[in-house]
């Protein structure tokens, strides 16, 4: 059974920075594409960050130049680093891959989440 894990959610103050992570464990052959997303009170999920097996990375607007998602392949494991974070950051963070499973059948995997609130 595979499953993702995030950390590294919390508090911070508007300005500082937090670094998320999320490993993926269980049986399986491959981890295709790796990502973030958020989801605040009352709006949809949306798209942060995207980063491809080969280290193609992929920002929503409202990320970039502050956000860096990078990951392990050796440990099976995505970054999301944070810088100047604002209130509007404030969500629930999921992690998300694309996983070949031992049946060569691809799935979207989803971890469970994590909370940041920026907030002074």
């Known amino acids: 059974q595979v499953q993702l894990a995030e950390s590294g959610g919390g508090l911070v103050q508007p300005g500082g920075s937090l670094r998320l992570s999320c490993a993926a464990s269980?049986?399986?052959?491959?981890?295709?594409?790796m990502g973030w997303y958020r989801q605040a009170p009352g709006k949809q999920r949306e798209l942060v960050a995207t980063?491809?097996?080969?280290?193609?990375?992929n920002y929503a607007d409202s990320a970039k130049g502050r956000f860096t998602i990078s990951r392990d392949n050796a440990k099976n494991t995505v970054f999301l680093q944070m810088n100047s974070l604002k209130p509007e950051d404030t969500a629930v963070y999921y992690c998300?891959?694309?996983?070949?499973?031992?049946?060569?059948?691809?799935?979207?995997?989803w971890g469970q989440g994590t909370q940041v609130t920026v907030s002074s």
């Open positions: 998300n891959a694309e996983i070949k499973t031992l049946s060569y059948n691809v799935y979207t995997f």
């Open positions: 980063i491809t097996t080969s280290g193609i990375t």
């Open positions: 269980g049986s399986f052959f491959a981890i295709n594409t």
